[in-house]
Protein backbone atom coordinates (compact mmCIF):
# COMPACT_ATOMS: atom_id res chain seq x y z
CA UNK A 1 0.00 0.00 0.00
CA UNK A 2 1.08 3.19 -0.86
CA UNK A 3 1.93 5.66 2.17
CA UNK A 4 -0.45 8.15 3.12
CA UNK A 5 1.24 11.80 2.45
CA UNK A 6 2.52 12.98 6.51
CA UNK A 7 0.49 16.07 7.64
CA UNK A 8 1.25 18.65 10.06
CA UNK A 9 -1.58 20.60 12.31
CA UNK A 10 -0.06 24.02 12.63
CA UNK A 11 -1.71 25.73 15.98
CA UNK A 12 -3.44 23.81 18.55
CA UNK A 13 -6.43 26.17 19.64
CA UNK A 14 -9.92 24.63 19.09
CA UNK A 15 -9.75 24.10 15.69
CA UNK A 16 -6.04 22.33 15.63
CA UNK A 17 -6.96 20.55 18.51
CA UNK A 18 -10.13 18.98 17.22
CA UNK A 19 -8.71 17.93 13.95
CA UNK A 20 -5.38 16.66 15.04
CA UNK A 21 -8.19 14.17 17.74
CA UNK A 22 -10.21 13.89 15.01
CA UNK A 23 -7.29 12.57 12.83
CA UNK A 24 -5.97 10.21 15.20
CA UNK A 25 -9.43 8.40 15.79
CA UNK A 26 -8.80 7.74 12.23
CA UNK A 27 -6.19 6.08 12.80
CA UNK A 28 -4.00 9.08 10.96
CA UNK A 29 -0.59 10.28 12.07
CA UNK A 30 -0.33 14.03 12.61
CA UNK A 31 2.64 15.85 13.41
CA UNK A 32 1.86 18.89 15.49
CA UNK A 33 3.06 22.42 16.28
CA UNK A 34 2.40 25.69 18.06
CA UNK A 35 3.88 28.85 18.82
CA UNK A 36 5.61 26.66 21.83
CA UNK A 37 6.76 22.90 21.32
CA UNK A 38 5.32 22.61 25.53
CA UNK A 39 2.03 23.26 23.92
CA UNK A 40 2.52 20.17 21.58
CA UNK A 41 4.05 18.10 23.94
CA UNK A 42 1.10 18.24 26.14
CA UNK A 43 -1.33 17.29 23.69
CA UNK A 44 0.90 14.77 22.32
CA UNK A 45 1.14 13.26 25.73
CA UNK A 46 -3.28 13.21 25.69
CA UNK A 47 -3.49 11.71 22.39
CA UNK A 48 -0.82 9.47 21.91
CA UNK A 49 1.83 7.90 19.62
CA UNK A 50 -0.13 9.08 16.34
CA UNK A 51 1.08 12.33 17.25
CA UNK A 52 4.34 13.82 17.29
CA UNK A 53 4.76 17.39 18.25
CA UNK A 54 7.64 19.83 16.81
CA UNK A 55 8.74 23.10 16.42
CA UNK A 56 6.92 25.09 13.37
CA UNK A 57 9.99 24.90 10.70
CA UNK A 58 10.70 21.38 11.42
CA UNK A 59 6.85 20.34 11.12
CA UNK A 60 6.29 22.12 8.07
CA UNK A 61 9.55 20.34 6.47
CA UNK A 62 8.60 16.98 7.65
CA UNK A 63 5.36 17.42 6.29
CA UNK A 64 3.94 16.92 2.84
CA UNK A 65 0.37 18.46 3.58
CA UNK A 66 -0.19 21.60 6.35
CA UNK A 67 -3.13 22.76 8.25
CA UNK A 68 -2.82 25.98 9.54
CA UNK A 69 -5.24 26.23 12.20
CA UNK A 70 -4.16 29.92 12.97
CA UNK A 71 -6.02 32.92 12.44
CA UNK A 72 -5.99 34.35 8.74
CA UNK A 73 -3.73 37.18 9.86
CA UNK A 74 -1.24 34.70 11.93
CA UNK A 75 -1.58 32.42 8.25
CA UNK A 76 -0.33 35.16 6.34
CA UNK A 77 2.12 36.13 8.62
CA UNK A 78 3.73 32.38 8.58
CA UNK A 79 3.93 32.28 4.58
CA UNK A 80 6.09 35.20 5.02
CA UNK A 81 8.11 33.66 7.40
CA UNK A 82 8.35 30.11 6.65
CA UNK A 83 8.04 31.19 2.48
CA UNK A 84 10.88 29.11 1.27
CA UNK A 85 9.75 26.18 3.63
CA UNK A 86 6.22 26.00 2.45
CA UNK A 87 7.36 25.79 -1.20
CA UNK A 88 5.95 22.90 -3.10
CA UNK A 89 3.66 22.03 -0.27
CA UNK A 90 -0.11 21.23 0.14
CA UNK A 91 -1.01 24.24 2.37
CA UNK A 92 -4.93 23.95 3.89
CA UNK A 93 -6.66 26.48 5.39
CA UNK A 94 -9.57 26.25 7.73
CA UNK A 95 -9.33 30.33 8.03
CA UNK A 96 -12.65 32.41 8.61
CA UNK A 97 -12.07 35.95 8.48
CA UNK A 98 -13.76 37.30 10.90
CA UNK A 99 -13.15 39.52 14.56
CA UNK A 100 -15.57 40.56 16.88
CA UNK A 101 -17.55 43.34 16.57
CA UNK A 102 -19.04 45.67 19.12
CA UNK A 103 -22.50 43.87 19.47
CA UNK A 104 -21.00 40.70 21.43
CA UNK A 105 -21.18 39.45 17.46
CA UNK A 106 -18.58 38.78 14.27
CA UNK A 107 -17.51 40.65 11.29
CA UNK A 108 -15.91 40.38 8.52
CA UNK A 109 -12.16 41.84 8.71
CA UNK A 110 -12.03 41.93 4.43
CA UNK A 111 -14.20 43.01 1.82
CA UNK A 112 -17.62 41.80 2.18
CA UNK A 113 -17.13 39.85 -1.23
CA UNK A 114 -13.63 38.96 -0.62
CA UNK A 115 -12.64 35.42 1.01
CA UNK A 116 -9.88 34.72 2.95
CA UNK A 117 -9.15 31.14 0.81
CA UNK A 118 -8.75 33.75 -2.58
CA UNK A 119 -6.60 36.25 -0.71
CA UNK A 120 -3.88 33.78 0.09
CA UNK A 121 -4.17 31.87 -2.89
CA UNK A 122 -2.63 35.22 -4.31
CA UNK A 123 0.31 35.06 -1.71
CA UNK A 124 1.05 31.20 -1.80
CA UNK A 125 4.56 30.73 -1.89
CA UNK A 126 6.11 29.03 -4.86
CA UNK A 127 4.62 26.11 -6.24
CA UNK A 128 2.16 25.33 -3.04
CA UNK A 129 -0.99 23.69 -3.48
CA UNK A 130 -4.28 25.51 -1.76
CA UNK A 131 -7.05 23.97 -0.24
CA UNK A 132 -9.78 25.69 1.98
CA UNK A 133 -11.03 23.34 3.98
CA UNK A 134 -12.17 22.24 8.19
CA UNK A 135 -13.39 25.25 8.29
CA UNK A 136 -17.15 25.25 7.49
CA UNK A 137 -18.14 23.81 10.86
CA UNK A 138 -17.78 25.08 14.49
CA UNK A 139 -15.50 23.22 16.67
CA UNK A 140 -18.04 21.71 18.35
CA UNK A 141 -19.89 20.36 15.04
CA UNK A 142 -16.30 19.44 14.20
CA UNK A 143 -16.00 17.20 17.37
CA UNK A 144 -19.93 15.94 17.85
CA UNK A 145 -20.14 14.96 13.89
CA UNK A 146 -16.92 13.16 13.22
CA UNK A 147 -17.73 9.62 12.18
CA UNK A 148 -21.24 9.57 12.20
CA UNK A 149 -23.32 6.63 11.81
CA UNK A 150 -24.84 5.19 9.46
CA UNK A 151 -24.15 8.26 7.33
CA UNK A 152 -21.04 10.66 7.40
CA UNK A 153 -21.70 14.56 7.83
CA UNK A 154 -19.66 16.05 5.18
CA UNK A 155 -17.27 18.68 5.01
CA UNK A 156 -16.52 20.61 1.83
CA UNK A 157 -13.53 22.38 0.45
CA UNK A 158 -12.32 24.30 -2.41
CA UNK A 159 -9.05 23.86 -4.77
CA UNK A 160 -7.90 25.09 -8.00
CA UNK A 161 -5.42 22.10 -7.98
CA UNK A 162 -7.24 18.83 -8.92
CA UNK A 163 -4.03 16.51 -8.31
CA UNK A 164 -4.67 17.52 -4.66
CA UNK A 165 -7.73 16.28 -4.44
CA UNK A 166 -7.41 12.81 -3.99
CA UNK A 167 -5.33 13.75 -0.86
CA UNK A 168 -7.66 16.63 0.55
CA UNK A 169 -10.54 13.73 0.58
CA UNK A 170 -8.22 11.11 1.75
CA UNK A 171 -7.38 13.74 4.86
CA UNK A 172 -11.30 14.37 5.73
CA UNK A 173 -12.25 11.24 5.50
CA UNK A 174 -9.44 10.28 8.12
CA UNK A 175 -10.94 12.76 10.39
CA UNK A 176 -14.09 11.24 10.18
CA UNK A 177 -15.93 13.36 7.66
CA UNK A 178 -17.52 12.73 3.92
CA UNK A 179 -15.10 15.45 1.45
CA UNK A 180 -17.50 17.32 -1.08
CA UNK A 181 -16.14 19.43 -3.25
CA UNK A 182 -17.22 23.18 -3.95
CA UNK A 183 -14.84 24.14 -6.94
CA UNK A 184 -11.91 26.07 -7.44
CA UNK A 185 -10.74 28.64 -4.64
CA UNK A 186 -13.23 31.32 -6.19
CA UNK A 187 -15.70 29.27 -4.11
CA UNK A 188 -13.98 29.87 -0.97
CA UNK A 189 -16.50 32.39 -0.05
CA UNK A 190 -19.38 30.15 -0.12
CA UNK A 191 -17.85 27.75 2.57
CA UNK A 192 -16.01 29.97 4.90
CA UNK A 193 -18.19 31.98 7.72
CA UNK A 194 -21.47 33.54 6.62
CA UNK A 195 -21.35 31.50 3.49
CA UNK A 196 -23.89 29.68 2.17
CA UNK A 197 -22.68 26.08 2.90
CA UNK A 198 -21.03 26.89 6.23
CA UNK A 199 -22.78 26.38 9.53
CA UNK A 200 -22.75 29.73 10.46
CA UNK A 201 -24.26 30.69 7.12
CA UNK A 202 -27.30 29.90 4.58
CA UNK A 203 -26.80 26.39 5.52
CA UNK A 204 -26.84 26.80 9.60
CA UNK A 205 -26.05 23.01 10.12
CA UNK A 206 -24.41 19.90 9.49
CA UNK A 207 -25.27 18.29 6.34
CA UNK A 208 -25.19 14.40 4.24
CA UNK A 209 -23.54 14.27 1.04
CA UNK A 210 -27.16 13.97 -0.50
CA UNK A 211 -27.90 17.10 0.89
CA UNK A 212 -25.01 18.59 0.05
CA UNK A 213 -24.84 17.87 -3.48
CA UNK A 214 -28.33 19.02 -3.99
CA UNK A 215 -27.74 22.27 -1.93
CA UNK A 216 -24.69 22.40 -4.50
CA UNK A 217 -26.64 22.22 -7.47
CA UNK A 218 -29.27 24.19 -6.20
CA UNK A 219 -27.50 27.07 -7.07
CA UNK A 220 -25.22 26.34 -9.98
N1 LIG B 1 -13.39 28.03 16.47
C1 LIG B 1 -14.20 27.66 15.50
O1 LIG B 1 -15.34 27.18 15.75
C2 LIG B 1 -13.75 27.76 14.07
C3 LIG B 1 -14.56 27.20 13.06
C4 LIG B 1 -14.13 27.20 11.74
C5 LIG B 1 -12.90 27.80 11.41
N2 LIG B 1 -12.14 28.36 12.39
C6 LIG B 1 -10.87 28.97 11.99
O2 LIG B 1 -9.81 28.15 12.47
C7 LIG B 1 -8.69 28.96 12.81
C8 LIG B 1 -8.31 28.68 14.26
O3 LIG B 1 -9.42 29.01 15.09
P1 LIG B 1 -9.46 28.53 16.61
O4 LIG B 1 -10.82 28.78 17.09
O5 LIG B 1 -8.86 27.17 16.69
O6 LIG B 1 -8.46 29.60 17.26
P2 LIG B 1 -7.73 29.49 18.67
O7 LIG B 1 -8.46 28.58 19.58
O8 LIG B 1 -7.46 30.89 19.09
O9 LIG B 1 -6.35 28.77 18.30
C9 LIG B 1 -5.36 29.39 17.55
C10 LIG B 1 -4.06 28.71 17.89
O10 LIG B 1 -3.05 29.30 17.08
C11 LIG B 1 -1.92 29.55 17.91
N3 LIG B 1 -1.08 30.59 17.33
C12 LIG B 1 -1.28 31.93 17.35
N4 LIG B 1 -0.28 32.54 16.71
C13 LIG B 1 0.55 31.58 16.28
C14 LIG B 1 1.77 31.57 15.57
N5 LIG B 1 2.34 32.71 15.14
N6 LIG B 1 2.35 30.40 15.29
C15 LIG B 1 1.80 29.23 15.71
N7 LIG B 1 0.63 29.16 16.38
C16 LIG B 1 0.03 30.33 16.67
C17 LIG B 1 -2.54 29.97 19.22
O11 LIG B 1 -1.57 29.91 20.23
P3 LIG B 1 -1.70 30.91 21.50
O12 LIG B 1 -2.82 30.38 22.32
O13 LIG B 1 -0.35 30.80 22.12
O14 LIG B 1 -1.99 32.27 20.95
C18 LIG B 1 -3.63 28.93 19.35
O15 LIG B 1 -3.13 27.71 19.87
C19 LIG B 1 -9.12 30.41 12.58
O16 LIG B 1 -8.66 30.84 11.33
C20 LIG B 1 -10.64 30.34 12.59
O17 LIG B 1 -11.24 31.33 11.77
C21 LIG B 1 -12.53 28.35 13.70
Avoid: C
Wanted: overall charge negative; aromatic content about 6%.
Amino acid sequence: MTQKPKVAVIGLGNIGTAVTSNLVKGNRSVIIADRTIDKATALSQNLGNLVQPMDIPSAIKEADIIVFAVWFNVIKELFEIYGTELQGKIIVDPSNPIAPDEKGGFKKIIGENESAGEILASLLPKDAKLAKAFGTLGVASLTKYAFQKPVSSVLFYATDETEINADIEQLIHDAGFEPVRVGTIDQSIRIEVFGDLHEFGALGKTVTATVAKEKLLAIQ
